[in-house]
């Protein structure tokens, strides 16, 4: 299994990936409005690859943790990820996610905030994002809600309620 960035001709694959690992279109188009947006990193928008078939894709986009005094910190938000039904448990997300973080902490990014299966994330060091007094936007069980320094005291001074971009209104 290879990690890359995902290209252009990547696009209609990690359609694809996204559709049939959630069985709708909703993330799979929500990858599609992210791309456009300004919330995207190119460098961040990775896929597995099983010689030339594209088994998984995980994306991470800009967002901002608006703190109680109003100032802002910049932070990653990790979403959409998929496997292909048919590659899931043999470690692939695992990869996406071990070599997404890497690449982000290799590009100055001090953290990141997921929204997902609470036994799944932590393994790759996220804890609840209430512990660093970070809130949802959405309502949503405080466990599912996690964080996680790229660095050292990366969520330091931060408190407050993470702004998504837009485009996750249509999910
Ligand atoms: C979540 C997902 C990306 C993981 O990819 P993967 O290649 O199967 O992941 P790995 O093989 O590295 O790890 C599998 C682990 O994920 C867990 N997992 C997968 N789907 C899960 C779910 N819906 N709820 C809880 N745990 C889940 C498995 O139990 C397994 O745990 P284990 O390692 O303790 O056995 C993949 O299952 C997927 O595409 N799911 C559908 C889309 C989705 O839910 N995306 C995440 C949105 S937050």
Known sequence: MNIRQETKNDFNAVFEVNKLAFGQDSEAN???????????????????TLGNKIVGHILFTKIQIINDDKSETDSLALAPMAVRPEFQNKGIGGQLIKHGLDKARELQHKSVIVLGHEHYYP???????????????YEVPTNVFMALELVTDGLKNTNGLVKYPQEFDTV
């Open 30 to 48: 929500l990858v599609e409005l992210l791309r456009q947006s300004e919330a995207f990193i190119p460098q961040l928008s990775l896929v597995a």
């Open 123 to 137: 393994k790759f060091g996220f804890i609840p994002a209430e512990k660093y007094y970070i809130k949802s936007p």
